[in-house]
């Protein structure tokens, strides 16, 4: 199943990247280009051929983990998405944990106070967050944050300053890590302030979908027999909710993870070019502007391998948690 | 519910848009450029002069003529892929669904951003490509409506009448598959503002000088912060009409389907 799916993102990516474009040869050797150059190349990319051959070699490829050259950079797009990757990940597995350290509790306090004043508030909340485009709150966040109060910086992810004054020896390329593991203080200093307005406004749209959810799925298990039983048997409130509402209605919440997820991996694009953030977002972002298809059609099909695992990862993760479903 | 009264007039001023002509739409004088708000421009003026409040709203009809068209794509296009593969079943309903599974294994936005990339840059393409995204939720929605629905007797009636299968999709299928299909199609529709509204902010949507919100916003950019009304007013406008629209889906979910409402 699994396998169907990742085959049929990359039939998409192969007919987005070789058979849509208009002619990636042209655009590729300019203008100038005679006739006879034109058909060498073409002959060179292999473009002369039947499409399905392409899609075989093309495939081919991928399975050797060749993403082909970016148009624009010249080098492989694997190496060029490598460099990148690991600030992404960062980024968006950061934002994901504080959205679910907020989201969480307050789905839940939410439902269970349903109606209060926090209640109302979280809606309030949610509703906004939903429905306000992820750039812009990256926009409003830089200008009030950033220029007027001036306590964060406005984009990169760590000053050049104290990047060269105290280097950080990297061991799993990931800063928060890293500087902690070797103690490096200054650097995780600035990192983190650096971090800040991104992670929290890529967080604040996971969070709000988690919020939302969360609390329907809360009120959903507070309906049910056995909570109104526990309740009738005289258990004190905090027991109901913590020992049984809670646990079940976590498992939907796993769910939502995967969902977040998905959101954040979109906003992310969104987020690194606003605060320049050097991750696979930024580097797409800017690939889709120049044109270069091979990197666009590579960073597609790695978030969509990423997204579609972690959603296997998700139903496993389901499968064990309710004893009741069992995996097809 | 008063949210929805509030949300109802929202819509209508956003559909009056459109209709609505503005002061100085297009007009830019150079010697007014990067104005600050005041009484003459309202929400100020851009880096060519132009009255950014003018521009906004004609924005709203561009993003009302996207949003509606986009819906009704992907409506149309999953609700008969849904219905056909939840009526029939059997090895057409496995390959229809796997296509469904394929579309939504990688997230709408990014997937718009990769087919919009590909194509010319414009607000066809953009539609195009939002559309595509779209439909497999539709699909889903119906084709599970279509299932329980399908055995239900007065299907079983039809059937035994001889009545011709697409008759029977079409006339006892298709309508009772609309409730849930309109709650997300208003929810959505908001979504479908937002994902355009992104891909003209990475300039695969509208392209310059059409007012198109996400285009504004993008533009508004280089001459952030010190005149940051160009690029943060459209934000608005589209955070607006998004918010609107979300009530709307509310107001009608809570309407259509008591069941879910909490």
Known sequence: MFAVVIVGVSVITFFLSTVVPGDPVRLALGQFATHEQVEEYRRELGLDQPVYKQYAHYAGRLLQGDLGVSIHTGFPVKSDISKFFAATFELTTISMIVALLIGLPLGVLSAVYRDSLLDHAARIISLSGVSMPVFWLGLLLQLIFAVWLGVAPIGGRVSSQVSAAHPLKSITGLFLIDSILTGNWPFLLDFLKHLALPAATLAYSSLVIITRMTRANMLEVLRQDYVRTADVYGLPRHKVIGKYALKNALISTVTIVGLAYGMALSGTFLVETIFSWPGLGRYAASSIINSDYPAVMGTTLLVALIYTVLNLLVDLVYTILDPRISYR | ?262
């Open chain 2, 1 to 262: 519910m008063a949210g929805a009264i509030i949300v109802i007039v929202l819509a209508i001023l956003a559909l009056i848009g459109p209709i609505l002509v503005p002061t100085r739409e297009q007009s830019f004088s150079l010697s007014d450029r990067l104005k600050a708000p005041s009484a003459d421009h309202l929400l100020g003026t851009d880096d060519m002069g132009r009255d950014i409040l003018s521009r906004v709203i004609l924005g709203a009809g561009i993003s009302m003529r996207v949003g509606i068209t986009v819906v009704v794509a992907s409506v149309l296009i999953g609700v008969i892929v849904g219905a056909i593969s939840g009526y029939y079943g059997g090895w057409l309903d496995e390959v229809l669904m796997r296509i469904v599974d394929i579309f939504l294994a990688v997230p709408s936005l990014v997937l718009a951003m990769a087919i919009a990339g590909a194509l010319e840059p414009s607000i066809e393409n953009a539609m195009l490509a939002i559309s595509l995204v779209w439909w497999p939720w539709y699909a889903r929605i119906v084709r599970a409506q279509t299932l329980s629905i399908k055995r239900e007797e007065f299907v079983a009636a039809a059937q035994s009448l001889g009545v011709p299968v697409p008759v029977i999709i079409w006339r006892h299928i298709i309508p009772n598959c609309v409730a849930p299909v309109i709650v997300q199609a208003s929810l959505d529709f908001g979504y479908t503002v937002l994902t355009a509204a992104s891909l003209g902010f990475l300039g695969l949507g509208a392209q310059p000088p059409k007012p198109e919100w996400g285009l504004m916003i993008s533009q508004g950019r280089s001459y952030f912060p010190t005149s940051w009304w160009v690029a943060t007013v459209p934000g608005l406008a589209i955070f607006l009409t998004v918010m609107g629209f979300n009530l709307l889906g509310d107001g009608l979910r809570d309407v259509l389907d008591p069941k879910l409402k909490e």
